[in-house]
């Protein structure tokens, strides 16, 4: 079965930028997004189709994908941005999540 | 702004059985294809099941194949997850979602109900 992959804990000073990846086998072929999930909240979207920002998403967060390795970029990290994180991608009939992402804004 | 209502969770035993339900508040769920996913307690999210829009396709996990069947009755724009034959590890909250089949992704969810299974 396919597997995303990513790493438990990533830690930014404020004003920083945060990167955080997420691989799994030819992951750059597949439309993998983002979820921001705050302790107590549902995930909400940040980026889809490895680039995409929603409406209302701020313009620091942003996506790239390339090869095996898709990665979450948040610019300028605020201590709002503290939160857990999620990729997901589609793979033969299913929907897969990597296993989170906490990030801390120290 | 579409928000996503889920109701149904509750404790159970060990083999027993569960309807989640899962409905919208500003629009219809009749246009969109839909999903289940869970999260048990600490850990990360898991994809469970998804519907297309007309219930005509459906998706399972392996965890829950064959144990889980997902419906939905589009006159009662209601989306739904029987739970049988549950298992001590199916305890978490069970979010519906909103499946984007043009964005490839789940937006928006809804805020989840606590399925708890006793041993």
């Known amino acids: 079965s396919y597997e995303l992959t990513q790493p438990p804990s990533v830690s930014v000073s404020p004003g920083q930028t945060a990167s955080i990846t997420c691989s799994g086998d030819k992951l750059a072929d597949k439309n993998n997004c983002w979820y921001q999930q705050k302790p107590g909240q549902s995930p909400v979207l940040v980026i889809y189709?490895?680039?995409k920002r929603p409406s209302g998403i701020p313009e620091r967060f942003s996506g790239s994908n390339s090869g095996n390795t898709a990665t979450l970029t948040i610019s300028g990290t605020q201590a709002m941005d503290e939160a857990d994180y999620y990729c997901?991608?589609?793979?033969?009939?299913?929907?897969?999540f990597g296993g989170g992402t906490k990030l801390t804004v120290l | 702004e579409a928000q996503l209502s889920e109701s149904g969770g509750g404790l159970v035993q060990r083999g027993g059985s569960l309807r989640l339900s899962c409905t919208a508040s500003?629009?219809?769920?009749?246009?969109?294809?839909m999903n289940w996913v869970r999260q048990a307690p600490g850990k990360g999210l898991e994809w469970v099941s998804g519907i297309s829009d007309s219930g005509g396709i459906t998706y399972y996990a392996d965890s829950v194949k064959g144990r889980f069947t997902i419906s939905r009755d589009n006159s009662k724009k209601t989306l739904y997850l029987h739970m049988n034959s549950l298992r001590v590890e199916d305890t978490a909250v069970y979010y519906c979602a909103i499946w984007g089949v043009y964005t490839d992704s789940f937006d928006p969810w809804g805020q989840g109900t606590l399925v708890t299974v006793s041993s």
């Open positions: 997901q991608a589609w793979d033969s009939g299913t929907w897969v």
């Open positions: 189709q490895h680039t």
């Open positions: 500003t629009f219809t769920l009749t246009n969109y294809a």
